[in-house]
């Protein structure tokens, strides 16, 4: 067996009505919350209102910061991290998506430190070492990132368009309130493009070589999750079933990535998402199909495992046979979440591609590696070719 290290720092409180312990946990982190969230996001289920009562009921004061978006910024992290200073707080809570959690995190460093955000990312140079963060609270409102479950977060630099990622012991929530009562608004084009998040971050953890025996089982069971819910919970979202299994299955995929890592999906989507703003799990759909296409030969006994979890009674079928399989079935499931998608129809100009593809062996270099030979420009490119139309 391999070697690994493995370490999850979160307490997790997972389950409907989970939200209602927020008040007794705040009570052990200080006397000033600073609420990070989306502009939108707290006036959905009167989420606002509860919380306020809890934190009040618990003695502590709040300072909202609404500027979390998705693909989150230097800027938006740098602009909070001098008001949580500014307002004295003592840690953070993040209410939201991953973008929320992500925003939440580069605060909790950028804040400790007393220093710009991009000094902890910065792929050009020798990037600068943490050594703490304020706490943090996750309150996931999507089920996709996993960004709940890990101390990783993903931050864009507008200044490059470069959206490079940071990870650190001290970046994993101190508690993460999982609730599937609040992701039963999430529209549905929002639960399959985080959805597929979930999905890709789990298989590219299975199938890449940096795969332990911990993120296998975490990796394993959110893909089965993923496959089993998540076409359930696109079509009714008032599946609480099916919605709190995606919850489940986003969180383990961030478990899978804290021992693992992601691969090409992730290193070939984010120059997309940073660039054009494309919703990355829509950026995720447009490359996975060729990304599979490309990948099966390379591991084919990963590959057919998860096949297996599409096709029943294939025992007939050799290993490398049922690996390429997986792209068609892959394709299906897209096309039942409506995210049969291309690059050309997400707005990516094919001139556009080289430059896409030198980005993306500078913002997820260790993505990039985590596959099983070196990855050429040339591989890049004709991923990002196949995905085109």
Not at 72 to 99: H, M
Request: one cysteine or more; aromatic letters at 10%; a negative charge.
């Amino acid at each position: 067996m391999k070697s690994f290290n493995y370490s999850i720092q979160t307490h997790f409180y997972v389950g409907p009505g989970q939200f209602d312990n927020l008040g007794d946990i705040v009570r052990d982190l200080g006397k000033k919350a600073f609420v990070v969230t989306g502009k939108n996001t707290l006036s959905r289920g009167g989420l606002q209102n509860r919380l306020s009562a809890m934190l009040k009921n618990s003695g502590v004061e709040y300072v909202l910061y609404t500027n979390a978006m998705p693909n989150p910024t230097t800027i938006i992290v740098d602009e909070g991290s001098k008001e949580f200073l500014d307002s004295e707080c003592d840690f953070i809570i993040a209410i939201g998506g991953g973008s929320s959690i992500d925003t939440a995190k580069g605060i909790a460093v950028a804040a400790y430190h007393r220093r710009p955000i991009w000094d902890f990312m910065d792929p050009n140079k020798e990037k600068e070492k943490i050594i703490g963060a304020y706490p943090i609270i996750a309150v996931p409102t999507t089920s996709g990132t996993g960004s709940e479950a890990d101390g990783a977060a993903v931050i864009t630099n507008p200044a490059n368009s470069l959206k490079p990622s940071f990870k650190s012991y001290y970046t994993f929530p101190k508690y993460s309130i999982i609730d599937p009562e609040l992701v039963k608004s999430l529209p549905p084009s929002m639960t399959a493009s985080t959805g597929v998040d979930a999905f890709c971050q789990s298989l590219e953890c299975y199938i890449g070589p940096a795969a332990t025996p911990v993120s296998d089982m975490f990796a394993y069971e959110s893909l089965r999750l993923c496959i089993d819910n998540l076409q359930k919970a696109y079509e009714d979202g008032n599946d609480i079933e099916a919605r709190s299994k995606m919850a489940w299955a986003a969180a383990l995929s961030g478990m899978a990535m804290a021992t693992s890592a992601t691969s090409l999906v992730h290193a070939l989507e984010h120059p997309l998402s940073g660039k054009y703003n494309i919703t990355h799990g829509d950026g995720l759909a447009a490359l996975l199909p060729s990304f599979i296409e490309f990948g099966y030969k390379y591991n084919p006994k990963r590959y057919a495992e998860i096949t297996k979890l599409f096709i029943s009674n294939v025992d007939d079928i050799d290993e490398l046979a049922l690996a390429s399989m997986l792209k068609d079935e892959v394709l299906r499931f897209l096309e039942a979440l409506g995210k049969r998608l291309t690059l050309k129809e997400l707005g990516v100009p094919k001139n556009d591609i080289e430059i896409l593809a030198q980005d993306a062996q500078k913002t997820l270099v260790g993505a990039l590696k985590n596959f099983q030979k070196e990855v050429t420009t040339q591989d890049i490119v004709n991923i990002y070719l196949k995905s085109y139309e």
